[in-house]
């Protein structure tokens, strides 16, 4: 059976080490992991005013993709590099809960997280609250 991971990535130098862990550890399954590399990103609330013509929700989606793009772009490069698939997609909302419902969605087996510097109020510590699935925090 094969085993599907969630890499939850932001483009800081802990989620790339995730990423590297994950790739150096890929022969640990009889079978290569089925991974969902994903970059949350909170969703923005735009105000409006009388008169001012408002940011439609087609221009949001495309700066949610653009900008969670970024962030999904040096994990991609180092998964492509090792050969390995995955599936790869933005989420939108409160960071943490938006990771857990996705694994939980998509029957994940495991979250992987890089360990942030302060723990303590983290999206990953959060994740590992809210997840029924088993969390993996790389340091």
């Not at 991974?35 to 008169?51: N, W």
């Not at 959060?126 to 925090?137: C, F, N």
Request: charged fraction near 20%.
């Amino acid at each position: 059976m094969t085993m599907k991971i969630l890499l939850a990535v932001d483009g800081s130098k802990t989620s790339l080490d995730a990423v590297k862990f994950v790739i150096k550890h890929a022969h640990w399954f009889s079978e290569r992991p089925q991974l969902e590399v994903v970059s949350a990103h909170v969703q923005i609330s735009v105000p409006r005013f009388p008169g001012m013509r408002g940011i439609g929700r087609a221009q949001m989606q495309q700066y949610y993709e653009e900008e969670g793009g970024k962030r999904l772009t040096e994990a991609k490069k180092l998964l492509d590099q090792a050969g390995i698939r995955y599936e790869a997609r933005v989420l939108v909302g409160n960071l943490a809960e938006v990771i857990v419902k996705h694994a939980a969605k998509t029957g994940c087996d495991l979250i992987v997280v890089g360990a942030p510097q302060a723990v303590i109020g983290s999206v990953s510590s959060k994740v590992m609250h809210l997840s029924e699935v088993p969390v993996l925090m790389v340091k």
